[in-house]
């Protein structure tokens, strides 16, 4: 029996839940060692998964797929679904961090540049100095085996991968096994928690518009949210 009703956006099945709800699942999950696979999917996300099934399925064996971004909020209501408020990657993980900080969880850490994961790792020292770093590793590796191996050894509660969409989900399929804990995609969250790039400032988040946040301070990211109005459109075509 699933722990959430899902909404199911172009195929892929989001839960039906508030944040609040999630962390509490996720927590009793992480500290009863329940393999537990996470995805935080945005509309680029769905929309790759219309063209890759071998994604889409992965998507769908997920243990929780949660909505991060107004773009999927916005699908689900189209679909007369509506789902409670977005849970975004980068909350969950700081979320997640707190707490295992407050209670000595331990952590491993996969993702981002040299220089980014190791401004990260000051961050953890800094911010959350009872949280046991088990490993901490930049996202240039030709072989996550290896990896997989210490992460198997040190058997770590949580594990994020921020090595960005399809890479980091289908690292988790494959090696999750490997530790009975929490496995989550966290994309570009490292680049926030090393801060080498500033999250929207709460205006911007209150108001649904990280997005129009992160398009004016990087315009190089235009490219990618044309995907939006592709994804909506999409969205309109399976209303019923």
């Known amino acids: 029996m699933p722990l959430f009703k899902t909404v199911n956006v172009l195929d892929v099945p989001f839960i039906n839940a508030t944040e609040a709800d999630f962390l509490t699942v996720l927590k009793e999950r992480i500290s009863g060692h329940q393999n ?10 769905v929309m790759y998964a219309q063209t890759h099934p071998e994604y889409l399925s992965l998507l769908q064996q997920a243990d929780f797929v949660t909505p991060d971004g107004i773009g999927i909020i916005k699908g689900a209501e189209m679909l007369h679904t509506p789902l409670p408020e977005r849970i975004t990657g980068y909350d969950t993980m700081t979320h997640l961090l707190q707490w295992g900080n407050a209670q000595h969880k331990s952590v491993y850490m996969v993702g981002a540049k040299p220089e980014v994961i190791a401004d990260v790792a000051d961050q953890l020292a800094v911010q959350f100095p009872n949280l ?6 930049d996202g240039y ?6 990896i997989a191996a210490d992460i198997r ?14 890479k980091q989900e289908q690292l988790i399929d494959q090696y999750r096994q490997a530790s009975n804990g929490l496995w989550m995609g966290v994309g570009g969250s490292f680049d ?8 929207a400032p709460e205006f911007f988040q209150k108001h649904h518009l990280e997005w129009f946040y992160r398009l004016v301070t990087n315009p190089s990211r235009l490219k990618r949210m044309m995907v939006l109005p592709k994804y909506l459109l ?7």
């Open 132 to 137: 046991t770093v088990l490993g901490i590793h």
């Open 192 to 199: 926030v928690l090393g801060q080498h790039v500033k999250r």
């Open 141 to 146: 590796f030709n072989d996550f085996a290896p």
């Open 153 to 166: 050894d040190k058997q770590p509660d949580m594990v994020f991968l921020a090595v960005g969409f399809p």
């Open 234 to 240: 999409e969205v309109r075509k399976h209303r019923h």
């Open 36 to 45: 537990t696979f996470v995805v935080t999917a945005n509309p680029e996300i």
